[in-house]
Nanobody
Framework: QVQLVESGGGLVQPGGSLRLSCAAS????????MRWYRQAPGKERELVAG????????NYADSVKGRFTISRDNAKNTVYLQMNSLKPEDTAVYYC????????????WGQGTQVTVSL
């Protein structure tokens, strides 16, 4: 059974930091591209960051470049998102995604974790 379980969300003040984790099981983690998406209220889901299966290629949304860092530990079947210098506009539900070869079928999602940036 495929599972992606996010953790690490919460309430943080502007300028603060959070580290999200996504623990994967039920598939061959090190064969999958891993991505973090987010969805704010009333907005469409957007790609935040992605990391290749081996970890050598990274990509980020322009809005988070220089502030967020995606990483993965294939030995622990876990992907991380380190978020620094958080802004109120980063408030959203953050979702972990696993995808193999841009397949529509080998595409898995976590349940999401809420991140709220507010005073």
């Amino acid at each position: 059974q495929v599972q992606l379980v996010e953790s690490g969300g919460g309430l943080v003040q502007p300028g603060g930091s959070l580290r999200l984790s996504c623990a994967a099981s039920g598939f061959t983690f090190n064969n999958y591209v891993m991505r973090w998406y987010r969805q704010a209220p009333g907005k469409e889901r957007e790609l935040v960051a992605g990391i290749s299966s081996g970890g050598g290629r990274l990509n980020y949304a322009d809005s988070v470049k220089g502030r967020f860092t995606i990483s993965r530990d294939n030995a622990k079947n876990t992907v991380y998102l380190q978020m620094n210098s958080l802004k109120p506009e980063d408030t959203a539900v953050y979702y972990c995604n696993a995808n193999f070869g841009d397949s529509r079928w080998l595409d898995y999602w976590g349940q999401g974790t809420q991140v709220t940036v507010s005073l």
